[in-house]
C-alpha cells in the first residue's frame, strides 16, 4: 500500500531537521539521544544527536513480503560482462567525464526530482537468533547516490537530513558514492557527516566507485566523514545482550570481492547482515547461510513503463528491486537515490530503505 503526504515547505523542513555532525552533542538534541551502544570494533562513537521526528515529509511505501528466487541465470544478456554492458559503460563514462560536466543546470532536473520524489520503502524483517536486544533495531540503507553532474551537494544533504527524521539505530551506505571521478565526491562529504545513528555509519564501493580508478583514495575521503568501510571485512554490532554480525564485500564486477573473508569470524547462533552493492552476491551468501543481504545497484531498472518488467536489467538473476528470499537467507534491493546515464528516472521513484529488524518464531 502506498500513501502520498506532501512534502513541507522547504523552510519548514530545514526547521525540522537541523543539520548536525557526528561530533555534535550540544544542545536539546543531545537530551535525547539514545544511550550509547557498543560496537566491537570499538572505534565507540558517541551517542549522535536525535532529529525531531518530521516522517511526514517523506513519501512512504511498504516492501511487501519476500518473493521466492530460483537464481535462474539469463543467457540471453549478461549485465556482468556482455555486449551491451560494455558498450553502456563506454558510453556512461564517455559523457559523465566529457559532456555532462559542461551542459549548465544539468544537476537541476534530478535535483529536484529527488527531493520531491524520495521514497521510504518499509518493511519488518524476522531474523532467526536475533536477540531481544535487538528487537525492533531500525536500519536504514541508502545506495548509488552518484555524486557528480547530476546531483547537486546541496540537494543530497536536504534528503540526509529527512532521512534523519527516521531515527535509524544503524546506517548502511550500499556504494555507487561517485559517477566516474573521485572529485565529484568531495563536495558531498559534508552531507555524509549529517548521517547519525547509535550503532554507527557502514559502507561498501560500487563498480562506480571503481571506476575513478582511486577506491583506496575515495575510501579515506569517506572515512573522513565517518562512514567505516566493510571492504571484505566485518564488524559486530552489539546492543544490550543482542549480536549481530554485519560484514561487507567489494563490488562483484570491479572491485575484488572476498566473501569468504568478509564472513570470516562468524559465530553460530548470531545472526548476520552482508552488505553488497550488488546484489548478484546472494547465490553464494544463500550457501553461506547469510541472515540478510542488503544491496543496491540495480536503480530499479531506472526506466519503468507501467506494467512491464524491468527494461534495463543490471543483475543477472533479475532481482531488481524489493525483497527476495532463498532457503533461510533473505535479500533486500533498493533502487537507490541516484541516476546515471541521464538526469531522470521513470516509473521507479528514488527511494531509501528502512528495515526493523526483529525476532524470528521460526526454531
Ligand atoms: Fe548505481
Sequence with gaps: MRFLVLPPPRDVLQKASPPTTRAGTEGPDRENAKPPSTISRQESQSAPPRHQPAASAVLHESLGPPEDTSF???HLFNPAKGWFRRTERWINKFLSHHVFPRV???WWPYSRALERDLTVSEASIALRGLDDGLAGLRVLLISDFHAGPFLS??????????LMSLEPDLILLAGDFATVRLQEVEPTLAAYRCLVAPLGVYGVLGNHDHYTGEPASLCRMLETAGIQLLQNCSVTIERGDGRLFLAGVDDLLCGD???????????DGTPSLLLSHNPDVFPEAVDRGVSLVLAGHTHGGQWRLPGLPVLVRMSRYSLDEGRFQAGRSQLVVSRGLGATGFPFRIGCPPEAVLLTLQPSQDP
Excluded at 153 to 162: D, I, N, V
Excluded at 257 to 267: F, N
Design 72 to 74: 535462474r541465470l539469463r
Design 104 to 106: 549548465p543546470g544539468i
Design 153 to 162: 551537494p546541496e540537494a543530497l544533504e536536504r534528503t540526509f537530513e529527512r
Design 257 to 267: 570481492p572476498r566473501l569468504d573473508e568478509a564472513l570470516k569470524g562468524r559465530s
